[in-house]
T-cell receptor, first 116, second 114 residues
């Protein structure tokens, strides 16, 4: 069964505008971690932001913020003031399984294209 | 420099051959992972390892094998049993013990069956 669901295969956003990338997840664990990564066309994976299941506040890192709604099992990424360099594929990932299982699963990704 | 080294960057394989992709890390991380990425798609977990001499199957382990004889190394063998091996393969590591530690990725290996 799909653990991480990203329903938006592709999105266009105007430069300087904000964009929200959706991510829903499925787990029965109480402890888990959620990550967002960026993959430019070069193929490298760049870590953006982390949210823990027990974190009470939404995570923020510069222009990136995570809208965490635990009851809805949702961890959407918000990119504010989009830049041309933000054009890339974005992946949501989840670590679950407790201290003895380090499984890290990824969603299918969302391609973001920033227009000038 | 600390990091993850995947080699080779490009690899061509004839049908019916086994090939081994290398992943070496000097970050002293416990956990190591192999992912497969098809064009325009997400990362699918092949195998992962938490400690030396131990590893677990991911979601698409069929046709692949791994070993973890040293903490620094986690090679992936793509066997002839893998029906469609052409893809981009990414190796990753994590410190492992803390929930909030992110995964670090290598530069990837592009495997093409010719």
């Amino acid at each position: 069964a799909q653990k991480i669901t990203q329903t938006q295969p592709g999105m266009f956003v105007q430069e300087k505008e904000a964009v929200t990338l959706d991510c829903t997840y499925d787990t029965s664990d109480q402890s888990y971690g959620l990550f967002w990564y960026k993959q430019p066309s070069s193929g490298e994976m760049i870590f953006l932001i982390y949210q823990g299941s027990y974190d009470e506040q939404n995570a923020t890192e510069g222009r990136y913020s995570l809208n965490f709604q635990k009851a809805r099992k949702s961890a959407n990424l918000v990119i504010s003031a989009s830049q041309l360099g933000d054009s890339a594929m974005y992946f949501c990932a989840m670590r679950e399984g407790g201290n003895n299982d380090y499984k890290l699963s990824f969603g299918a990704g969302t391609t973001v294209t920033v227009r000038a | 420099d600390g990091g993850i080294t995947q080699s080779p960057k490009y690899l061509f394989r004839k049908e019916g051959q086994n090939v081994t992709l290398s992943c070496e890390q000097n970050l002293n991380h416990d956990a190591m992972y192999w992912y497969r990425q098809d064009p325009g798609q997400g990362l699918r977990l092949i195998y992962y390892s938490q400690i030396v001499n131990d590893f677990q199957k991911g979601d698409i382990a069929e046709g692949y094998s791994v070993s973890r004889e040293k903490k620094e190394s986690f090679p992936l063998t793509v066997t002839s049993a893998q029906k469609n091996p052409t893809a981009f393969y990414l190796c990753a590591t994590r410190r492992g013990t803390m929930w909030n530690t992110e995964a670090f990725f290598g530069q990837g290996t592009r495997l093409t069956v010719v």
